[in-house]
């Protein structure tokens, strides 16, 4: 049994709307925020699929101001603030505690490959004594696939016992069932809280101890998937599942976040934000088609949006 | 033939000295800059091997100006300003065109992967337009084993297309032979100027028309990698090509940054020199001692450092 007092539940990496100059569009965040957090979502701004690595540090800080004038609590919060340089992480994560974040989510340093855990170690140890703060609460961000610098579960143990009231938890987006299973054994009962990458994997964290998911589609799909977080012991829990990954499928066919957008777009009746920044690429009028009519097909829609 | 008048020779992603506390140390890095400047190398500042992509922007804008103030030439730098954010890429470039830099040598963004060749047309695009400054000369950089975003011949032809007086050059750090020499079939005859990764090519590189190369070991070994850049067409090119291997190889034993750095610390009898920031790890006593002692076996020094 996980007795942590740390997040839980469903978070969506909120993705980040562009003006069409290409600049973060504060306004239109807030305004998804809102509506994510409505449905019963925390928000883990600034994650992958938030586009928070084609973002600068003063552009994150700028929206983290805006999030919070725009009436965004802090507490619902998980920002994302691990980035390539120390110095980018260490300020980053002090404004979003600052902020009263409940938590950060902290991808390693992914630039340099092949470095060492003792290199890996160092670079949180860092972070978290210059932040020096005790309402401070990392959940680490294991997303091998993409940074490619995955997160072992003997640095995790160091971590924990380093600092053991500041590392709260991580996010396994590995899709590696077995690797989220062994962590969840090794170090849920502790009190350390396992998220799976996506709903994906939802009901079987949840059934093996994990503290919930936190998932691109909860942009698009929040609903549903806090319904499954929240009724996970009911008899139709498998079928809940079974309806989510049938939602998932369809954005999985597009690349994911120019398809939340899109989507987003659609629902809110605004094109402004399907804009994406490169490197990514928004879909094509024939993509847009399909997406919709696949959705279309499940009668998906975003009430309320 | 190449009739390029862009950046040719040996260049070195010069290292990039920090205190004890982790910030950058600009006394330190002049001094080395002026040490390799003297040896006949330009400076590809914020390489791979400066670990700049473990500085943030403000502290790469803050070396910029301390490498000016030290007196070393904007005309012989070819600053690294590729990040992940475009904000970050515009604004380094900007400060490096402004500094007269004789080029810049540009990562794609480099976190999302898996990204079509329009988002990396699109991402270099925006930062030419937006630095808008006709003396900007960009060489692209290709490093697909770090960068996991590789920059296809395709990409490259759109590119020299759409902006063939900024689009100068390239750095192919990807170690396969048959990619570099496919870019100087197709590019070099337009004035395209290909660099080696590494001075392990640099023979052959110059002999199929290319611009010379950008190597880390130009850090320690810089007299003997332009001495083969300047007489390369001598009878004993392929002896000095292989006196250059056998000081590499005995690098490339090593972590390539902390052992650059561990070397640098010796001769300039400056153990300051030796400290990496985390995620690296600087070599431990052993492996010093092993670096030097297989060095010492190569009659290897760094004269006048």
Same mark, same amino acid.
């Given at each position: 049994?996980?007795?942590?007092?740390?997040?839980?539940?469903?978070?969506?990496?909120?993705?980040?709307?562009?003006?069409?100059?290409? $600049?973060?569009?504060? %306004?239109?965040?807030?305004?998804?925020?809102?509506?994510?957090?409505?449905?019963?979502?925390?928000?883990?701004?600034?994650?992958?699929?938030?586009?928070? +690595?084609?973002?600068?540090?003063?552009? %994150? &800080?700028?929206?983290?101001?805006? &999030?919070?004038?725009?009436?965004?609590?802090?507490?619902?919060?998980?920002?994302?603030?691990?980035?390539?340089?120390? $110095?980018?992480?260490?300020?980053?994560?002090?404004?979003?505690?600052?902020?009263?974040?409940?938590?950060?989510?902290?991808?390693?340093?992914?630039?340099? %490959?092949? /470095?060492?855990? *003792?290199?890996?170690?160092?670079?949180?140890?860092?972070?978290?004594?210059?932040?020096?703060?005790?309402? &401070?609460?990392?959940?680490?961000?294991?997303?091998?696939? /993409?940074? +490619?610098?995955?997160?072992?579960?003997?640095?995790?143990?160091?971590?924990?016992?380093?600092?053991?009231?500041?590392?709260?938890?991580?996010?396994? $987006?590995?899709?590696?069932?077995?690797?989220?299973?062994?962590?969840?054994?090794?170090?849920?009962?502790?009190? #350390?809280?396992? #998220?799976?990458?996506?709903?994906?994997?939802?009901?079987?964290?949840?059934?093996?101890?994990?503290?919930?998911?936190?998932?691109?589609?909860? +942009?698009?799909?929040?609903?549903?998937? /806090?319904?499954? #977080?929240?009724?996970?012991?009911?008899?139709?829990?498998?079928?809940?599942?079974?309806?989510? *990954?049938?939602?998932?499928?369809?954005?999985?066919?597009?690349?994911?976040?120019?398809? &939340? %957008?899109?989507?987003?777009?659609?629902?809110?009746?605004?094109?402004?934000?399907?804009?994406?920044?490169?490197?990514?690429?928004?879909?094509?009028?024939?993509?847009? $088609?399909?997406?919709?009519?696949?959705?279309?097909?499940?009668?998906?829609?975003?009430?309320?949006?």
């Amino acid at each position: 049994m996980n007795t942590s007092t740390g997040l839980r539940g469903v978070f969506s990496p909120v993705i980040t709307p562009f003006a069409a100059d290409l $600049s973060p569009d504060a %306004k239109r965040m807030v305004r998804h925020c809102k509506w994510v957090l409505d449905q019963g979502l925390g928000l883990a701004v600034f994650g992958t699929n938030s586009e928070a +690595n084609s973002l600068s540090t003063p552009e %994150k &800080l700028a929206l983290l101001d805006a &999030l919070a004038d725009g009436g965004i609590p802090g507490a619902r919060m998980m920002p994302g603030t691990g980035c390539c340089a120390l $110095s980018d992480t260490v300020e980053l994560t002090r404004a979003a505690v600052g902020h009263g974040a409940g938590g950060v989510l902290m991808l390693p340093p992914f630039y340099y %490959k092949g /470095v060492l855990d *003792d290199g890996l170690f160092a670079s949180y140890s860092e972070v978290i004594q210059r932040v020096g703060d005790a309402r &401070l609460r990392i959940y680490l961000y294991h997303i091998p696939q /993409v940074s +490619n610098v995955p997160l072992s579960y003997g640095l995790i143990e160091r971590l924990l016992a380093a600092y053991p009231g500041t590392i709260a938890g991580i996010k396994d $987006s590995s899709g590696d069932w077995d690797n989220t299973r062994g962590m969840l054994e090794r170090f849920a009962p502790q009190g #350390f809280n396992v #998220f799976a990458g996506s709903e994906s994997f939802l009901l079987a964290t949840l059934r093996a101890g994990g503290a919930g998911c936190i998932t691109a589609t909860g +942009n698009v799909n929040p609903r549903p998937i /806090v319904r499954l #977080f929240e009724t996970w012991q009911a008899a139709d829990a498998d079928a809940q599942q079974k309806a989510l *990954d049938a939602v998932r499928a369809v954005f999985a066919r597009f690349p994911m976040i120019p398809a &939340l %957008k899109a989507a987003v777009a659609h629902w809110a009746d605004d094109a402004g934000y399907a804009t994406v920044r490169p490197p990514l690429v928004k879909l094509d009028g024939h993509q847009r $088609s399909d997406l919709l009519a696949a959705l279309g097909a499940l009668d998906f829609s975003m009430p309320g949006l």
